[in-house]
């Protein structure tokens, strides 16, 4: 049997297929329950993957789910503890909807998802795990699991452990970080694209998840297709033979995929030197000052994700990975012009600034 | 304007509806277990213990936590239960689901305020009753 999945109707019972029983147990109403049964040893393909540093051990009954997401796979065994898990009933008979908003709702350490109309997924924070019943489709969708899922899974369960998400950009230049962070529209998407242009690597454009190893923060990127806004065409000819598209969270934009658009560098992780908070605004000319640290601090904080009170670990370990990366500099970044024009600014500050190992070149 | 100013961002919205309160309750007989129901909508306290009997008691073998969500589709979709130890799924599409913790003897979820009483009295109700009726009485949760 792949897993457990029965309807039941009321008072007689009868296999219907292999695998899916109905039984009636004499009601008027037919009422009909899928019910699975999530145990371990029933989702026979498994596999450890690493995703932003962190171990997942991720178990299904269907291989070509796991071929979705092969490119996490970790070299290390299943035996090895992880820090979270993913375990996901492939239901050959679910269908579903492609066109359906997903919908989101949180309660306690849960967190309730539903995709594509009838695809449940639940997020558990206490036990760091996400249990899902997808369709055969959704299992074969590359997309929705490296672009969707894998990023909503790290930025829910991360808290518990031990990951911060950011709100920031985050680009590495001779194995130094730099995190690029901003209100929702000052352009850190546009900028983020025009430093990797000038020789940054790119490692995320929007969603940065912060670890500590050994004591030092590690900046990791999920490698998503890079956002940015319809207006962005005027300043990357790349995107004039594209079409925006409506991303998940409804807006019109380019989602591309950075190094095959813009023929840029990408990597999955870095140490980060700085914090670059940028500013849109008029100004006579490019400006880059420090930022007061509790501003920095109190920036990431206010764009973190609530969680309630039951939660507190995951709230404390989140500040404190938040008050290490705010212990780096912090600078306020306002620039004018095109983006290419801010980003060799900043690419000039952040060489003058830092040497290759990373360490603060003497004030000026 | 200073630095401060630019960089303060307003309290994040609660997306998710994790922090809705839940200040209506009322403790009855469920399934043989005594059942503290909580909630932030009077109607849907009294439609999901219309089939209980009520009981004053203080001690509570289960406290079961239902946000009325006006926002969530009304119409239920096909029920399923996902079974993952401890913890059980129970949906009725968007509409309507919630998570049971065995463990911590809590039942958790959320319900479309456009869900009619005949579908939560004939379709919702019987299967939280079958959910709650094998749950095994051992640790009280704290209320």
Partial sequence: MVVGCHEFVSALSFVRTAGFQACFRGTLAVEMIRTYSVEREELAVKSMLEIAGCKCLFSTNDRSLFE????????????????????????????????????????????????????????????????????????????????????????????????????????????????????????????????????????????????????????????????????????????????????????????????????????????????????????????????????????????????????????????????????????????????????????????????????????? | MSMDTVLRLPDPPDLLRRFVETPLQKTVQFEGKRVLMRSNRQGCLDMFSSLAVDDGGAKCDLIWTMVCDPDLPAELGEASLMESAPVALLSFGRSCFMALHRNQKELTGFISSGVSEQNVLEIIIPRVKELVGAMELENAPHV
């Fill in chain 1, 68 to 364: 979705s997401v092969s490119r996490w796979k970790s070299h290390k065994g299943v035996e090895a503890g992880c820090d979270f898990e993913l375990r996901v009933i492939v239901d050959k008979g679910l269908t579903r909807d492609a066109s359906a908003q997903p919908q989101f709702r949180g309660a306690q350490q849960f967190v309730f998802a539903v995709f594509h109309s009838k695809e449940s997924f639940l997020l558990d924070l206490f036990e760091r795990r996400v249990t899902a019943v997808v369709s055969r489709e959704t299992a074969r969708d590359h997309e929705f699991w490296n672009t969707i899922l894998i990023p909503i899974a790290l930025g829910v369960l991360g808290p518990a452990m031990g990951v911060a998400p950011l709100h920031c950009a985050c680009l590495a230049h001779n194995g130094q970080g730099m995190l690029v962070a901003g209100i929702s529209g000052a352009g850190k998407s546009t900028l983020a694209v025009a430093l990797a242009k000038e020789g940054f690597a790119l490692v995320s454009d929007d969603w940065t998840y912060a670890r500590l190893e050994q004591g030092e923060v590690s900046a990791y990127g999920l490698q998503v297709p890079v956002k940015l806004m319809p207006e962005c065409s005027r300043y990357f000819e790349e995107l004039s033979s594209l079409r925006p598209r409506i991303a998940l969270n409804g807006e019109l934009a380019f989602e591309v995929n950075a190094a095959e658009t813009f023929r840029v560098q990408v990597a999955h992780r870095c140490a980060p030197s700085c914090v670059v908070f940028l500013e849109r605004c008029n100004v006579e000319k490019s400006s880059i000052e420090a930022l007061p640290r509790d501003v920095a601090k109190r920036y990431f904080a206010q764009s973190a994700e609530l969680l309630p009170t039951e939660l507190r670990q995951a709230i404390a370990e989140r500040e404190g990975i938040i008050d290490q990366v705010t212990s780096r500099d912090c600078w306020r970044f306002r620039y004018r012009g095109t983006p290419q024009q801010g980003a060799r600014a900043l690419k000039r500050f952040f060489e003058e600034r830092y040497d290759v190992d990373g360490h603060c070149a003497a004030a000026s």
